[in-house]
């Protein structure tokens, strides 16, 4: 079937490093542009970075210089590397293919102070 499942959540203090992952299944991965959004309840959701390569990627101004985007095609794989993490990044992280309008479940964030 076709799916995104997010992974790489969970609680850390700010400054600390999380790494999450996007797995695709089901579709020609390499052949998609793929984003990350977060999103806090009650709130808007916010796109954080997409990527169609490595070497065309585009960050939302809260993370640039401590997010990369990346993604591995033979693992069918969008990552999110998120240094010097801070209480306002605390969200919900989904992935999402902007083409197909496919999103994954999301993972949790919590940072705190």
């Known amino acids: 079937q076709v799916q995104l499942v997010e992974s790489g959540g969970g609680l850390v203090q700010a400054g600390d490093s999380l790494r999450l992952a996007c797995a695709a299944s089901?579709?020609?991965?390499?052949?998609?542009?793929m984003r990350w959004y977060r999103q806090v309840l009650g709130k808007e959701r916010e796109r954080v970075a997409s990527?169609?390569?490595?070497?065309?990627?585009r960050y939302a101004d809260s993370v640039k210089g401590r997010f990369t985007i990346s993604r591995d095609n033979a693992k069918n794989t969008v990552y999110l590397q998120m240094a010097n993490l801070k209480p306002e990044d605390t969200a919900v992280y989904y992935c999402?293919?902007?083409?197909?309008?496919?999103w994954g479940q999301g993972t949790q964030v919590t940072v705190s102070s």
């Open positions: 999402n293919v902007p083409v197909r309008g496919l």
């Open positions: 089901g579709f020609t991965f390499s052949n998609y542009a």
């Open positions: 990527i169609y390569s490595d070497s065309d990627t």
